[in-house]
């Protein structure tokens, strides 16, 4: 009868569960480095790279294919950090599928189906992180001083041109083109260092 040991490695030779561990294990790594202090990615990461490990042991592999699968996880990260224009994102997943075919010498292959589903759940999950992105970087600043342009205020004192102004409850000194009364309304149209340029909020309306 055979023991927990060999019954786990019984579960453990089989090219599809080491595939899925590998992936697994890469995933929760590249996590916790991007995330320093998250800890559990790390180390169920971990875990399951050992356990690829030892199922790799016993398994025909072959290096060119994991190192174009190692390639493509870093094409990924790439398309993050740098604006490939999808170039980098393409690149991962060709590398990420054309490693998986040939990850094992002989009769020994991963199903299409597992090839497919984490190569296609890799790509969307890392497309999904670099929209992201673009979108947080098309997005309008809302906060620090370039987040004020566009907000309204009111002036504290006459503004002819200089002055100060109030805005989101913080005082500024201010200036305008336009004479401003004190009490009226205004618009912050720019910042230069720590003074706001302003204009009258009526004249906003007319326009």
């Not at 453990?12 to 569960?17: A, G």
């Not at 292959?109 to 992201?132: M, Q």
């Amino acid at each position: 009868e055979p023991g927990f040991r060999q019954r786990l490695l019984g579960i453990l030779d089989d090219p599809n569960v080491a595939y899925i561990l590998m992936m697994l294990g890469f995933y929760g790594v590249l996590f916790e480095l991007q995330n320093p202090g998250a800890i559990l990615p790390g180390v169920v990461g971990g875990i399951c790279l050992i356990l690829a490990f030892l199922s790799l042991s016993t398994l025909p592999i072959n290096a060119a294919g994991l190192a174009l699968i190692v390639l493509g996880l870093v094409f990924f990260l790439a398309e993050i950090k740098i604006a490939s224009h999808g170039v980098l994102g393409a690149g991962g997943v060709l590398s990420l599928l054309l490693g998986s075919l040939i990850l094992f010498h002989g009769g020994t292959p991963v199903s299409w189906t597992v090839i497919l589903v984490v190569t296609g759940a890799t790509a969307l999950f890392f497309l999904f992180v670099v929209g992201a992105g673009l979108r947080a970087q098309r997005a309008a600043v809302t906060t620090g001083a370039r987040g004020l342009v566009g907000r309204r205020g009111r002036a504290l004192g006459r503004l002819a041109p200089t002055g100060q102004v109030e805005v989101q409850g913080e005082i500024w000194n201010a200036e305008s083109d336009t004479a401003v009364d004190a009490g009226a309304d205004i618009v912050v149209t720019d910042v230069k260092q720590l003074t706001l340029r302003v204009r009258p909020a009526s004249q906003e309306a007319r326009t």
